[in-house]
């Protein structure tokens, strides 16, 4: 049975930022994503087993990714959040990748979330 909890969100003004925790181990892939109510869940950032990062084009050059190997934690630095970043954030895991919009895969694994809500 896999377990992923989060941690870290919270409520910031635009321009803010906030970083999610999530302890996870093995898999492939570990990532992030997120869900607004009555939409489709979206792939935010991944990270593979080789270090290689993928990203949303929406969260380029203000989120990072990284992970403790040590600490079987897995990190999601969002910087210069925007109201559009509200939305509820999984922590993910899955041996496959193909499209991050549509990632994880239904026979990944995540958490039960945690809120990040972006006030202007």
């Known amino acids: 049975q896999v377990h992923l909890v989060e941690s870290g969100g919270g409520s910031v003004q635009s321009g803010g930022s906030l970083r999610l925790s999530c302890v996870v181990s093995?898999?492939?892939?570990r990532g992030w994503f997120h869900q607004v109510p009555r939409k489709e869940r979206e792939g935010v950032a991944a990270?593979?087993?080789?270090?290689?990062?993928t990203y949303a084009d929406s969260v380029k050059g203000r989120f990072t990714i990284s992970q403790d190997n040590a600490k079987n934690t897995l990190y999601l630095q969002m910087n210069s959040l925007k109201p559009e970043d509200t939305a509820m954030y999984y922590c993910a895991a899955d041996n496959r990748l193909v499209d991050l919009k549509w990632w994880p895969s239904s026979s990944g694994y995540w958490g039960q979330g945690t809120q990040v809500t972006v006030s202007s």
């Open positions: 990270i593979g087993s080789d270090g290689r990062t």
């Open positions: 093995g898999y492939t892939y």
